[in-house]
Nanobody, 118 residues
């Protein structure tokens, strides 16, 4: 069973930075795609970024492109999201997720709160 545990959320002022981390366990992830999603109050879950565990190819939502960077460390089984130039609209609960290509995302972490004050 895949387990995903996020860490690194918190409160930051607009323009600041935060780094989220996701610790993955329970499986060999060579064929997996790992991603970050977020959900703001009163809104649906939104795709943020994803990375192919094996090759490292990445995809970003337009709203975070150029500000956020997704990465993974295959030796530690961790995935990070470096968030720079944060805006109040980035405030949300951020979730780590995993899928075994070509399936849809079916493994989720518990989420970590990110709050950006103006």
């Amino acid at each position: 069973q895949v387990q995903l545990v996020e860490s690194g959320g918190g409160l930051v002022q607009a323009g600041g930075s935060l780094r989220l981390s996701c610790a993955a366990s329970g499986r060999t992830f060579s064929s997996y795609i790992m991603g970050w999603f977020r959900q703001a109050p009163g809104k649906g879950r939104e795709f943020v970024a994803e990375i192919y565990w094996s090759g490292g190819s990445t995809t970003y939502a337009d709203s975070v492109k150029g500000r956020f960077t997704i990465s993974r460390d295959k030796t530690k089984n961790t995935m990070d999201l470096q968030m720079n130039s944060l805006k109040p609209e980035d405030t949300a609960v951020y979730f780590c997720a995993a899928r075994n290509y070509p399936a849809t995302y079916n493994y989720w972490g518990q989420g970590t709160q990110v709050t950006v004050s103006s």
